[in-house]
């Protein structure tokens, strides 16, 4: 006997938490919010970093933690660890991001630690030579894989000169950093006017934020303008091809227009790309992974940067299919710029974009990314309420105006890495192709 599943309910009146949000005098904005399901706090503080030197940027994100005056990198873990948690950074082109989580009873202690951290952070010689080889490990590892090759090519042609365009430091520019570099990088950048610290979790939103502003009000300084200029227009032109010889699969990647979120169409151009490849029931998944098998997966994505947003689409498909999953790609785009899709399939794109919408603010985690992210881009939760009132009213000829303008096959900038001796003909049937290597 079979059982037909309920329908989603995507319609559904978005139920948004209440932001607190105070500016404190040091320029630090502080966001809180209360979401009680379990009794932990979760912990996220965006300080904008662009322009900043990429290689000092970069280990410096791996080495925030190493040690303050007072502590070691043993005895800050240990001392987050007592109140349930973890503090880590990371860094993309835009910003210097700090998370993690603990008890909610443990609230103050993270803060006071972190607040050590980002006013007292010493870097010491031998714990930054330690994070120096771990990280030159890891980027000699990345420079190994073809996903991450493939997106370094597509990154230098979509970006040119802009700062976006070079995302991962060398090797040997990460072994010539001493701790020298890092100090003045964070004397000069780790600052609090203009950054976001969220707060999610079983708090009071405004007991929360008054702790963060006693623990974190001595934190001081204005940072240099971080301002990035508008990414520039994709300029389109011959098919890249980057030789990686021996390689026994070709790395696809496409490159669009694609708009911020606070733009009007905004909302039809991600059911869009929803329908063309952004989920498992996309168009061209089920072409060159159901129907043909040319590949395990493909994905499309629109990446939002403070500076501009791209849409990017990726595949790995077998060697000696490469020109015919090319030609699909292309063929997908091209339906979609040209044929409205159809009601049913337009649904239920629509209901998954609502769908994941609200799995994504379901948790903890989830909300205090979402706000911390939405907080970059000078966004709160409310604009969630508006985008998912577009998400659900874009009609089909919406839909296919945005895909028209966007998604247009002639609009994007194509790079292939494989084997070259075995794909340039391939390719060359298809387009221009100007061959590099990897």
Do not use: C
Not at 7 to 35: K, Q, S, Y
Not at 119 to 131: F, K, L, Q, R, W
Not at 166 to 172: C, I
Not at 226 to 245: I, K, M, W
């Amino acid at each position: 006997m079979t059982k037909t599943l309920p329908d989603l309910v995507p319609d559904a009146e978005l139920n948004l938490p209440r932001e607190r949000e105070r500016t404190l005098p040091n320029g630090l904005t502080v966001i809180a919010i209360r979401r009680s399901a379990v009794p932990l706090v979760e912990v996220r503080l965006r300080i904008p970093f662009g322009r900043a030197p990429l290689a000092p940027a970069t280990l410096l994100s791996q080495a925030l933690f190493t040690g303050t005056s007072a502590m070691n990198s043993i005895d800050i873990a240990a001392e987050l660890q007592a109140v349930g948690g973890g503090l880590s950074a990371g860094l993309d082109p835009d910003r210097l991001l700090i998370s993690g989580n603990a008890l909610a009873d443990g609230l103050d202690r993270t803060l006071e630690l972190l607040a050590s951290v980002l006013t007292d952070a010493t870097y010491p010689v031998e714990e930054v030579s330690t994070e120096r080889d771990r990280l030159v490990d890891h980027i000699q590892v990345a420079l190994s894989q073809p996903a991450h090759l493939a997106r370094v090519a597509l990154l230098k042609r979509m970006y040119g000169t802009h700062p976006y365009a070079v995302q991962t430091p060398e090797p040997d520019e990460i072994r010539a950093l001493s701790p020298e570099p890092l100090r003045d990088l964070h004397a000069a950048r780790v600052r609090p006017d203009g950054a976001v610290l969220v707060l999610v979790g079983d708090i009071d939103p405004d007991q929360a934020i008054d702790t963060a502003e006693k623990i974190l009000g001595g934190w001081s300084g204005s940072a240099a303008d971080g301002s990035l200029p508008p990414t520039p227009a994709l300029e389109t032109g011959p098919l890249l091809l980057v030789d990686r010889p021996g390689s026994v699969q070709s790395s696809l990647r496409l490159a669009l227009p694609a708009l911020t979120r606070t733009d009007p169409d905004y909302a039809p151009l991600y059911l869009a790309n929803l329908v063309f490849g952004g989920y498992f029931s996309s168009r061209w998944t089920e072409n060159i992974r159901e129907d043909k098998g040319y590949t395990y997966g493909s994905y499309s994505s629109i990446d939002h940067y403070v500076a501009g947003s791209a849409l990017v689409a990726a595949a790995e498909v077998a060697t000696e299919v490469t020109g015919p999953s090319l030609l699909e790609t292309v063929y997908e785009l091209g339906r979609i710029a040209s044929l409205p899709p159809g009601e049913e399939e337009l649904e239920q794109a629509r209901r998954y974009a609502l769908g994941t919408l609200r799995l994504g603010m379901s948790t903890q985690a989830g909300l205090a990314a979402l706000a911390g992210m939405y907080a970059g881009f000078g966004l709160r939760l409310d604009h969630l309420r508006e985008y998912s009132a577009a998400l659900s009213a874009a009609t089909r000829e919406e839909v296919a105006a945005a895909a028209a303008k966007y998604l247009a096959p002639s609009r994007a900038v194509t790079v292939v890495l494989g084997d070259a001796e075995k794909i340039e003909s391939q390719l060359s049937a298809l387009t221009v192709v100007e061959r590099s290597a990897a």
